[in-house]
Protein backbone atom coordinates (compact mmCIF):
# COMPACT_ATOMS: atom_id res chain seq x y z
CA UNK A 1 0.00 0.00 0.00
CA UNK A 2 1.62 3.28 -1.22
CA UNK A 3 1.56 6.30 1.62
CA UNK A 4 0.04 9.49 1.38
CA UNK A 5 1.37 11.28 -0.30
CA UNK A 6 1.72 15.60 -0.05
CA UNK A 7 -0.77 18.10 -1.97
CA UNK A 8 1.80 20.36 -3.39
CA UNK A 9 0.34 23.80 -4.26
CA UNK A 10 1.81 27.30 -5.62
CA UNK A 11 2.88 28.38 -2.25
CA UNK A 12 5.09 24.80 -1.10
CA UNK A 13 6.09 24.18 -4.40
CA UNK A 14 9.47 25.93 -4.12
CA UNK A 15 9.61 24.45 -0.91
CA UNK A 16 9.55 20.34 -2.62
CA UNK A 17 11.90 21.94 -5.89
CA UNK A 18 14.57 23.07 -3.04
CA UNK A 19 14.27 18.91 -1.58
CA UNK A 20 14.59 17.80 -5.78
CA UNK A 21 18.09 20.08 -5.87
CA UNK A 22 18.97 18.19 -2.51
CA UNK A 23 18.58 21.22 -0.05
CA UNK A 24 15.93 22.77 2.69
CA UNK A 25 14.36 25.90 1.84
CA UNK A 26 12.41 28.17 4.25
CA UNK A 27 10.03 30.92 4.23
CA UNK A 28 11.78 33.92 5.67
CA UNK A 29 9.93 37.69 5.79
CA UNK A 30 10.97 41.38 6.05
CA UNK A 31 9.88 41.36 9.73
CA UNK A 32 12.60 39.01 10.48
CA UNK A 33 10.56 35.48 10.99
CA UNK A 34 11.37 32.45 9.74
CA UNK A 35 8.67 29.65 9.17
CA UNK A 36 8.18 26.22 8.07
CA UNK A 37 5.38 24.75 6.87
CA UNK A 38 5.49 26.90 3.83
CA UNK A 39 1.96 29.55 4.17
CA UNK A 40 1.30 32.71 2.09
CA UNK A 41 1.39 34.51 5.06
CA UNK A 42 3.93 34.91 7.59
CA UNK A 43 2.95 33.76 10.89
CA UNK A 44 4.49 36.64 13.02
CA UNK A 45 2.88 39.59 11.15
CA UNK A 46 0.77 38.26 8.71
CA UNK A 47 2.72 40.05 6.20
CA UNK A 48 2.95 38.88 2.46
CA UNK A 49 6.54 40.58 1.59
CA UNK A 50 8.70 37.24 1.96
CA UNK A 51 11.30 35.18 0.48
CA UNK A 52 12.24 31.64 0.01
CA UNK A 53 15.84 30.98 1.67
CA UNK A 54 17.93 27.48 1.49
CA UNK A 55 18.75 26.31 4.95
CA UNK A 56 22.19 25.02 6.12
CA UNK A 57 20.85 21.32 6.63
CA UNK A 58 21.96 21.46 10.28
CA UNK A 59 19.82 21.12 12.77
CA UNK A 60 19.13 20.01 16.81
CA UNK A 61 16.41 17.41 17.57
CA UNK A 62 14.13 19.20 20.06
CA UNK A 63 11.92 16.04 20.83
CA UNK A 64 10.82 12.82 19.01
CA UNK A 65 7.99 9.86 19.98
CA UNK A 66 8.26 6.30 18.40
CA UNK A 67 5.20 4.86 16.85
CA UNK A 68 5.11 1.11 17.79
CA UNK A 69 1.46 0.95 16.73
CA UNK A 70 0.48 1.77 12.59
CA UNK A 71 -1.92 3.87 12.48
CA UNK A 72 -1.82 3.96 8.64
CA UNK A 73 -1.52 0.68 6.95
CA UNK A 74 1.07 1.67 4.95
CA UNK A 75 2.98 2.22 7.99
CA UNK A 76 3.25 -0.97 9.40
CA UNK A 77 6.27 -2.18 7.47
CA UNK A 78 8.15 0.67 8.91
CA UNK A 79 7.28 -0.72 12.67
CA UNK A 80 8.80 1.36 14.77
CA UNK A 81 9.92 4.05 13.77
CA UNK A 82 10.79 7.66 15.29
CA UNK A 83 8.63 11.03 14.29
CA UNK A 84 10.85 14.16 15.53
CA UNK A 85 10.69 18.09 15.69
CA UNK A 86 14.17 19.66 14.75
CA UNK A 87 14.60 23.17 15.02
CA UNK A 88 16.67 24.04 11.70
CA UNK A 89 20.16 26.45 12.49
CA UNK A 90 17.93 29.39 11.02
CA UNK A 91 15.05 28.77 13.48
CA UNK A 92 12.23 27.08 11.46
CA UNK A 93 10.82 23.74 12.99
CA UNK A 94 9.96 20.69 11.04
CA UNK A 95 8.55 17.75 11.79
CA UNK A 96 10.65 14.63 10.09
CA UNK A 97 12.31 11.88 11.00
CA UNK A 98 15.81 10.86 12.17
CA UNK A 99 17.11 7.88 9.93
CA UNK A 100 19.33 5.04 11.33
CA UNK A 101 17.69 4.91 14.54
CA UNK A 102 14.09 4.20 14.49
CA UNK A 103 13.87 2.63 17.52
CA UNK A 104 14.75 6.02 18.85
CA UNK A 105 17.67 4.59 20.77
CA UNK A 106 20.74 7.17 21.11
CA UNK A 107 18.45 10.07 20.36
CA UNK A 108 18.96 13.23 22.98
CA UNK A 109 17.60 16.16 23.06
CA UNK A 110 19.38 18.89 21.92
CA UNK A 111 21.85 16.42 20.05
CA UNK A 112 23.04 17.93 16.80
CA UNK A 113 21.30 16.53 13.10
CA UNK A 114 22.06 17.15 9.09
CA UNK A 115 19.73 17.39 6.35
CA UNK A 116 19.35 14.07 4.21
CA UNK A 117 16.48 13.94 1.28
CA UNK A 118 15.34 10.52 0.76
CA UNK A 119 12.85 9.60 -1.69
CA UNK A 120 9.20 7.87 -1.24
CA UNK A 121 7.03 7.27 -4.07
CA UNK A 122 9.27 9.41 -5.95
CA UNK A 123 8.85 12.52 -3.77
CA UNK A 124 11.84 13.72 -2.13
CA UNK A 125 11.33 13.85 1.97
CA UNK A 126 13.82 15.99 4.42
CA UNK A 127 15.00 13.58 6.93
CA UNK A 128 17.78 14.44 9.24
CA UNK A 129 20.57 11.79 10.77
CA UNK A 130 22.51 12.37 13.55
CA UNK A 131 25.52 14.99 12.89
CA UNK A 132 28.54 13.13 11.79
CA UNK A 133 26.92 9.84 10.66
CA UNK A 134 27.79 8.64 7.45
CA UNK A 135 24.40 7.90 5.01
CA UNK A 136 23.71 4.72 3.71
Not at 94 to 106: F, H, M, P, Q
Request: hydrophobic residues 40%.
Amino acid sequence: MNKPLPVITPVSAPYWQSLEQGALSYLHCVCGHRWLPPRPQCPACLGTDWKWVRASGRARLISWVVYHTAYHEAFAAELPYNVALVELEEGPRLITNVIGCADGRGLTAGMAVELTVEYEQNVPLARFRVAGTVQK
